[in-house]
């Protein structure tokens, strides 16, 4: 059994980890870490684990050294960004294995970190070897890595659909636009008005716009799909549900290409991947047929009125677009069926 | 007093109609008609407006004739399409001012209904008078029309945002993308499967995409706008709010158009329509602010990273998305406050 | 005009205050106070009333002294219990009538108010010259009162359908079981993370079992209404809408009671009262019906079975379990039409 | 593997069914029937099922020789009440062993069944043999049973709390009162008006005062605990969540019973039971920490003031109140451990 700890799980990602990590043959649950929680066992915490197999863990209080003395050799790190670089260098220096939920590490240029994030890169040395945990795009590099930066929410609903067609240079990355929707668990569990059921409950808004930080991680690897700098438009919203995101991408594919093209592309990239569910160009994904899944669904459509296409995905934000995700990335890299707790 | 009828009042839109027309002091409502309801109160049909002022109206049966033999002037229409022209012609025959919620009337263009539709446009030649019922634009015309086409809910959302810049050419039309979040009551209180509670909550979807219906209304008052005929890409989305629509539009501006002109365009048109409410560059729209009221909250955005404009709109569908503005055109017509009943 | 002021107004009764005084013709509202918002508008704080009558209206600071000098005649205090004591007093020592929303003045025995609210009376000088602001049942001593103590959410709901039978001694008092569910605005808009959307979407929960506050309420009310000391067991759910509380009670007749002389009592008691609506032996309460209005929906049914009768009602829980209430002891003090600003 | 068939299988239960069956290592699922959806695959019918394990089996008929003819071993029949018995009959006679969800066999007094369904018992020498698939309560009798009446979901919410204590004779069983809070999934997939999105969102309702059918159930269960007639007063109320029932029941201890000795008796009862969580004297049961669980939560508190007993508990309607507990009583029938596939 790999020896695992969870660093920072009092929010909804570390909670969901639990959740996936109870039922995963290969791992121990070493470790659960809090500040706020030390102490309390983990059916204390979160009720809903009374009577599953770590519901009697105590947290413990999040020191690397008390980490490190548990025998953990994997670390997930659920810390808000620039909390959990502090984390990840000893921890790396320990030699265990670190997943990182946060941004930290994902963003390969500094100049892009502190342009999104507004201020400095926290550990740029570690920017540099960590692997984007995206295992549909970089299954190789994730099962050696030493350190996993795995993907926010709204960047996995946004580069499974978009990779595979600019990688083939089958779209036309100027005219790409990014609408996404999405529960509210993804703005945390953080006590505050903006995110009090009143405040959400029948209402639907669109937020961070034109420049949400998740741009900064979009735009690298569409870039990197692309070979050439890619910019593209993107638009958040807050909708009334707790877990899913909806993601509505339009762009004009390039000079001859058509619904064929792009149908062939999707089947070549993803028909084996065990995650992607490809619904063709008349399904429809809806995020209650992927929530509580790490299942991501995509359509798409050719528009022959605009000459455009319209690319749809679901996904569940906890899971493939956070603690699922992160998981995967665990069975890649300890050589287990990658689907492992996640079926 | 003006003598009032509504007939079709047995869905959303109808018993909207009935709740704002209650609380109208120039209304005198004579009639209510509905097939299913015909001889039942209002109060049995709807509990919620016992105590009210028609709480003991009784439904009659939709025939001209009985809604002619009730002395009404003015009738608002609130039947599915196809259905609505069958009433349509004998009341406006009769010298009768209809105000019709239906899509019968907006298509001017037979052929666009056609292909939208899929059936011939029902009575082309009423078409061919109706007025399209948006008073912040046609205004004038509909002060003296005896037929009103009210505009449909997401062509509302999207032309009060559109149509002022695309009237001065501040947009390039071709790059215009809409993407719309609905809530559920849109759909009609019809007894499908696919808009029962546990099918809607917890779940957000796309659908209709490329081509839904409103597309058809909403080029037409584009191409209006521009004085050339304008194709744009719109998605409509289903998410799990009773009421109101959030719409978010991308366009690129065109050659030497910046926010400020944008800004000033907006406030040209709209700095005293008491109810559309710039929100200005910095301000979001959230239905939440906008349900239960006529307003429609508008506010936008330049992304200087991909030059486009992110235009955002917020109404409730069911009022200025369809009663509400129904009943705006209604004070129009009647020369009455164009506010009345409705702030 | 009356000039009126509301303390206390960035919570949800006083935003809904607001909302109804906005629509009042017989007031001016003179200021609106809050600590944290002096010096911004109204459409600022609350964008939803944006083009409306206050919209420009700017927040004061909560002094009593700038309170006095607006010239108010009658303010409402929508403050935290303890606070609402400390803007009484002076105010009330200043000659201004007060209508307090919170529980300060509600309790008459000092004794009971320490019991349940676990700290000393805060004015019980005070409470002993409040008049308890149910129109229903103290509509004469309101009229002159200089200080109304509105009634809790859950009392409303509970003493509007035991009153009339408990004073007519049609019930016995020890068999009274109260269970009530309540929207979250109930819990105020306190930044909280029990109160979070994804805590309180898709969950259900009892709780303060089995002793709320709101009990010293209810048990003062309904054995003012026995004559003699009633004491019940009460039980409050909080459920995933916004607003609204239905209550579901449980007694056992009196002997010689049955479901004719309770329908009578109802009829006698609230046959004329405006916002008591006596939906009889076969309708259902729902929330849905009564929320957004001043309505408090009753219904009752006798089971054979076991003997016992059920009564149902439906209320919103922000106007008529709170600013609705409210203002409808305004407009009993003033001598106006009950109604107004209610319907 | 045991073969196993579920018929019936269109409906949010029959859905749950194959949720959980998927992840069942014992079993190989046979046959999914339905009338309207025989030929099409279960991801076709359920797209979130795409991907797993009986995404591509297709539905067949629901004819009795058909299903016979799949060879299954266990047939669970998800069947509206009536229509269960059709089958039931001739799938005992070829010796299969039937698990129904419906209530056709739960009542075992054929009288008692016409009163509460207004129709004659379908097969009451069937409802003879049947065992009550409560495994807390009827484990031994299930392990060896050919026909399990498997319990409705409110009669499991209210007989789990109730039957130990009543079984003691620690209630005053005539002082029972029993309010249940359910979501809209306990409606079934069926498309009415009622269950409409619009209808159910914002709303809170009881409904079936005072006579809902599953006091049927309720009272024939805790007469079998008591010994004696047990009649109680039951109010369910419909809210709006996906799934959860909480049960909220007021009770009077006999004479000489106190916490102590109810906490010591729901010990005895459940201290091994793997789905029945004890919160104990301050927990508090929330249905979001069961919903997708088979566990039932359930606490208890004393009111001093009045001499009451409040029992509180927590379900998924469609898992221990349906689905699960079915299969529970599968693993108990086929010898596995009794949380396979549960946890």
Not at 221 to 247: C, K, Q, W
């Amino acid at each position: 059994l790999e020896p695992v700890a969870v660093v920072g799980a009092s929010g909804y990602s570390g909670e969901e980890l639990v959740r996936l990590l109870s039922r995963h043959p290969g791992v121990d649950l070493v470790a659960l870490t809090s500040r706020q929680l030390a102490g309390q066992t983990v059916e204390t915490v979160f009720p809903k684990f009374a009577g599953l197999r770590y519901s009697q863990l105590a947290f413990i209080e999040s020191s690397v050294d008390k980490i490190v003395a548990t025998g953990a050799r994997t670390v997930f790190l659920a810390l808000p960004h620039g909390v959990a670089a502090e984390y990840a260098k000893p921890l790396v220096d320990a030699k265990l294995r670190v997943i990182d939920l946060s941004a930290d590490f994902r963003i390969k240029d500094a100049a892009v970190y502190q342009e999104f994030y507004g201020e400095a890169a926290h550990a740029p040395e570690l920017a540099a070897i960590s692997v984007y945990g995206l295992p549909e795009i970089y299954r190789e590099q994730i099962r050696n890595a030493q350190l996993v930066a795995s993907p926010g929410c709204y960047p996995t609903s946004a580069i499974v659909p978009l990779y595979p067609l600019l990688k083939r240079r089958m779209l036309k990355p100027e005219s790409i636009i990014i609408n996404s929707l999405s529960g509210v668990s993804g703005a945390g569990r953080t006590a505050k008005v903006d995110y009090l059921y009143v405040e959400c409950n029948e209402s639907v808004r669109a937020y961070s716009v034109p420049k949400h930080r998740h741009l900064a991680e979009i735009e690298q690897e569409l870039s990197n799909a692309y070979g050439e700098d890619v910019t593209v438009s993107f638009v958040p919203h807050l909708i009334p549900v707790n877990r899913g995101i909806a993601t509505t991408i339009h762009a004009t594919p390039a000079d001859g290409i058509g619904l064929a093209e792009i149908s062939q592309a999707y089947k070549e990239a993803y028909a084996n991947e065990p995650f992607v569910r490809l619904l063709g160009e008349k399904g429809t994904p809806d995020t209650k047929n992927v929530t509580f899944t790490n299942f991501i669904d995509v359509a798409w459509r050719h528009d022959p009125r605009t000459g455009r296409m319209v690319l749809l995905s679901a996904e569940d934000n906890l899971v493939k677009g956070a603690a699922g995700q992160a998981v995967q990335s665990l069975n890649v890299m300890c050589g287990w069926p990658e689907t492992t707790a996640l079926l």
